[in-house]
């Protein structure tokens, strides 16, 4: 009997671990050759799964560690070796990736059966439970924040005898502050690439098409082992946890990582567990290192949104990735790719992406996707810039964030869009004080690009959303506009978008 493990399955305190006679892990060249993934992303998957085996054979277990083209040709090799192998796996996340893997094992005379993923607290079966009683209440109820109250109450995560610590809930409106001119962030811990890092990392340079190619990119920061990740999350909570809190949609330039964790990449792997790392904030709070705005907003994230995303592409999959409710079918603009705007915020938030692998969440809500949004471009053609460029893009986490959330294709996580002009990014950060453009401008030469296409954004997609939820106030604006406001509103829309299209903005 094998246990085969993907690279998203690194955890070495499963209790799937025992009971197996060798543990299958297989390096597949397609995988890394599919869609030109950013070069941390690789570097950090694989040096991760070379450095989990050598930690699983330093422990005793057998370890079969396959190199090949496919899966295919791996298991090729498995079953010549082992016919009619018996395969175990957590049941991996992908949509259809279990019904693959079984026909590929099953094709080869074996069996492949799933198990519980521990890289996610809630189990198929419980999620599904918890959407049938909503869903019969009404259809907004099916949403992040009744489903994060119902986790908590479910693992008693900073509650206080039936009820939420603190007495809220949500302290999200504790979490919009922007730093002082003089405020530095404590640098983000770095680790120093060991030999098989190194390799990997030459490897991937040398042979792979990488996502921006050319892309100066930054020191690889990522932890690739369970001890580095614990680290990374003793120096989140030691130094950067008790700011985050009130820092966290703040954006300010040349700060890429600001006070934020920087742990998801850990935790999408398998090498730290969400639920230790959970309870590792609650416990700061209770030792009173990090205020509640800080603890809960962390919390929600892994235990509300986290396994809600997990969830709701796992039951909306796969009409999900097709969504497109605002028919939006623009070609992302090359900044994307290139980084080369004169707009600061984009700029800065793709660079981030091309340095780094990695742009926290206003970053990647407010800016990345939002620009998109209003520019128009296809939901899916922005959901497979995501999964290039970020080191923790998996296509179940970006496929819901960013067709559901990001691009408003589905109202299936939101009930209304999160699209802004300019001013939202002038309130959360420093970026408008030194960019070209006029955030305070709409129309003409020079003004913001965002605001000249948030109106005719709402304008041009009118019919779906003036009646959706919390949109009423926006349209309230839309109405006050004069023909002639609207006339130079369309006019200026038009040149953003050409120069957009042709990289000049
Ligand atoms: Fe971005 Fe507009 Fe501000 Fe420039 S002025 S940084 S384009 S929001």
Request: net charge negative; with cysteine.
């Amino acid at each position: 009997m094998t246990l085969w493990l993907l690279g998203t399955h690194l955890d070495r305190t499963a209790d799937y671990l025992e009971n197996h006679d060798r543990v299958l892990l297989v390096e597949s060249t397609q995988f890394a050759t599919r869609r030109p993934s950013h070069p941390h992303k690789l570097t950090l998957l694989f040096a991760a799964m070379r450095r989990f085996r050598d930690d699983l054979r330093d422990r005793g277990y057998t370890v079969e560690y396959r190199q090949a083209e496919t899966f295919g040709d791996a298991l090729d090799t498995q079953f010549a070796a082992h016919p009619g192998d018996e395969l175990t796996m957590p049941r991996p996340a992908a949509h259809g990736a279990a019904d693959r893997l079984g026909r590929l094992v099953a094709e080869r005379g074996g069996s492949l059966s799933f198990v519980d993923n521990p890289t996610f607290i809630l189990p198929p079966a419980a999620f599904d439970e918890w959407a049938a009683s909503r869903e019969t209440d009404s259809p907004n109820s099916y949403r992040q924040e009744p489903f994060y109250r119902h986790m908590r109450r479910e693992t008693g995560v900073l509650m206080d005898d039936g009820d939420p610590v603190g007495g809220a809930w949500n302290y999200d409106g504790e979490n919009r502050e922007t730093p002082p001119a003089d405020w530095e962030p404590p640098a983000p811990p770095t680790f120093e690439p060991g030999e098989t890092t190194r390799d990997v990392a030459a490897w991937v340079a040398d042979e792979l098409e990488t996502f921006g190619e050319a892309t100066e990119t930054a020191a690889f920061h990522w932890p690739v082992t369970r001890a580095e990740a614990l680290t990374a999350l003793d120096r989140f909570v030691d130094a950067r946890f008790e700011e985050f809190g009130a820092y966290q949609d703040a954006m300010v330039e040349g700060e890429w990582a600001m006070s934020h964790s920087l742990l998801s990449a850990s935790i999408n792997l398998g090498l730290l567990n969400p639920m230790e790392v959970i309870e590792r904030a609650e416990q700061a709070y209770e030792e009173g290192a990090a205020p509640l705005n800080s603890v809960e907003g962390f919390i929600r994230q892994l235990l509300g949104w986290r396994e809600f995303m997990r969830h709701v592409y796992r039951r909306s999959m796969p009409g999900l990735a097709e969504a497109n409710q605002l028919d939006q079918t623009e070609s992302l603009p090359s900044a994307y790719w290139t980084g080369d705007t004169e707009m600061v915020c984009l700029s800065e938030a793709v660079g981030h992406v091309r340095e780094h692998g990695y742009a926290h969440h206003i970053e990647r809500l407010m800016v990345l996707s939002n620009f998109a949004l209003l520019y128009g471009a296809d939901p899916g053609e922005l959901n497979e810039w995501f999964h290039q460029g970020f080191v923790d893009a998996f296509h179940w986490v970006t496929t819901p964030n960013v067709i559901g959330m990001g691009s408003f294709a589905t109202d299936v996580l939101s009930s209304k869009p999160y699209a802004s002009s300019g001013s939202y990014i002038n309130r959360m950060s420093d970026y408008c004080g030194s960019c070209p453009y006029a955030v305070s401008r709409d129309t003409g030469e020079g003004s913001c690009p965002f605001n000249s296409l948030y109106w005719t954004f709402l304008e041009e997609n009118e019919e779906t959303l003036r009646g959706t939820g919390r949109m009423g106030l926006m349209y309230a604006h839309v109405d006050d506009k004069s023909p002639e406001e609207w006339a130079a509103l369309r006019e200026r829309a038009e040149e953003v978008r050409d120069m957009a299209g042709a990289g000049e903005l």
